[in-house]
């Protein structure tokens, strides 16, 4: 294919991932669903199990080998840009006075599902064999397991609070607070299970090397990296769009860095985020925060099109379904479960403990960005990676129908211990409140 025609191609296939993607998102909130739902099923419609079988010749066509780094390069920038907004966002100074029982509920809601998650991983090696997987799972493949069990994606879950009103809400501030302790817990633990891979990364050098030298890089990031920020954005009268080329390369650059140490991309756009200063009021910068949204927004359908070219629905076989249905009653059970009894252990009440539980369920796009470095970290085989990305659609479309179960328990429960209406004197039952007349 000459260099025009893999033009040609690659726009063409930009603007239907576009529209599509967008169009599906539109469609998902229209449906009380999350926007990024639409998008993932749009990418995983627009992969090999449905147009690559319904019109393999389409699919060829719009999707050729030639445009593949293309969309993958764009997918990998669209990545950057997402988590760098997600790591400048979080702030853990909201755990405010329910720091203890936020904590207690990340600690568990990782805990339980992580055994569980590494635990089935060693168990059932069997009918992980069946799907792809070596006889033999190396370690950093059994923790990595129980982290996609494990992560709950906290843009989707701030949508869903929002959507509901839950806001300025008890089970709101802590399943956003104690999701924010999780995605530290979840990454730092991820990065651990990537660096120990074995292989790649700083120039072939064995993972204790890569180790050191990844801490080298947090502390240079967080002692040196954050002052000269502070300096350049408090100091400086810099254009915002100057300023937002400048923290977008700031980012790029730490990017590349822990990729060159055997990581992936995701880690170094996360830790630029995280040492972006805020403003010096605390608040976060409008001029910079619009923008990291608008273009994160534009460009994510592209990872969720390059994700979805490695979901094979054919490929999953019985053994698939099966693991897929089991894989999310576990996913489902352990995060609402374990999540419950932890805020319910941390004093609040029985429907606001299961409301955080039911929240901390929703994995998303942060799920498919753990999966994907997974997957091209040689951690997951393909029917394995089709069964987990379909368990995080799952369990993330569970979310709201959950909620609203949730509502109707406790509407059922307020109902329950209002007390007995009192018997009139002739013998009829009086209506509530008469007996006040």
Request: glycine share 12%; net charge positive.
């Amino acid at each position: 294919m000459d260099h025009d025609a893999l033009i040609a191609h690659f726009v063409g296939a930009a603007a239907l991932i576009l529209v599509a993607a967008h169009a599906a998102g539109w469609l998902a909130r229209r449906l009380r669903q999350p926007y990024i739902v639409g998008q993932l099923a749009a990418g995983i419609a627009l992969g090999p199990s449905l147009l690559g079988g319904l019109a393999p010749g389409a699919h060829a066509a719009l999707f050729p080998a030639g445009v593949g780094p293309a969309l993958t390069g764009l997918a990998q920038l669209a990545l950057v840009i997402f988590l760098f907004g997600v790591g400048y966002e979080l702030d853990l100074s909201m755990l405010g006075d329910r720091a203890r029982t936020s904590v207690t509920v990340a600690l568990v809601s990782f805990v339980v599902p992580m055994a569980v998650g590494s635990g089935c991983a060693l168990l059932f090696r069997e009918p992980l064999r069946e799907l792809g997987m070596p006889r033999e799972i190396s370690p950093a493949a059994v923790v990595f397991a129980g982290v996609a069990l494990s992560i709950t994606a906290v843009p989707v879950l701030t949508a869903i609070v929002r959507e509901n009103g839950l806001s300025r809400s008890v089970p709101g501030v802590v399943a956003v607070s104690a999701a924010g302790v999780l995605d530290v817990i979840g990454w730092t633990v991820l990065a651990g299970a990537m660096i120990d891979r074995g292989g790649g990364g700083a120039g072939g050098l064995g993972w204790p090397w890569r180790v050191a030298l990844a801490v080298g890089f947090v502390v240079v990031m967080g002692i040196a990296a954050r002052p000269v920020l502070r300096r350049l954005l408090w100091r400086t009268r810099l254009e915002p769009s100057l300023r937002l080329a400048l923290l977008l390369g700031f980012a790029l650059a730490s990017a590349w860095v822990t990729h060159s140490l055997g990581l992936h991309v995701i880690f170094g756009a996360l830790l630029a985020g995280v040492v972006t200063p805020r403003e010096k009021d605390g608040t976060l910068d409008p001029d910079l925060l619009r923008p990291l949204h608008d273009v994160g927004s534009l460009l994510l359908p592209f990872f969720f099109v390059t994700s979805g070219q490695s979901v094979t629905v054919t490929g999953m076989g019985a053994t698939g379904w099966v693991a897929l249905l089991v894989v999310t009653v576990l996913a489902v059970t352990t995060k609402v479960g374990g999540g419950a009894v932890a805020a319910r252990l941390g004093g609040l009440d029985r429907h606001d403990a299961r409301t955080v539980g039911v929240l901390l369920s929703a994995r998303g796009l942060t799920e498919l960005i753990a999966l994907d470095a997974g997957r091209q970290a040689g951690l997951l085989s393909g029917p394995l990676y089709t069964v987990l990305v379909f368990m995080a659609l799952t369990t993330t479309l569970l979310t709201q129908p959950l909620l609203r179960l949730t509502e109707r328990l406790a509407a059922r429960d307020r109902a329950a211990a209002l007390p007995a209406p009192r018997p009139h004197p002739d013998g009829a039952p009086a209506a509530r409140g008469a007996d006040q007349h």
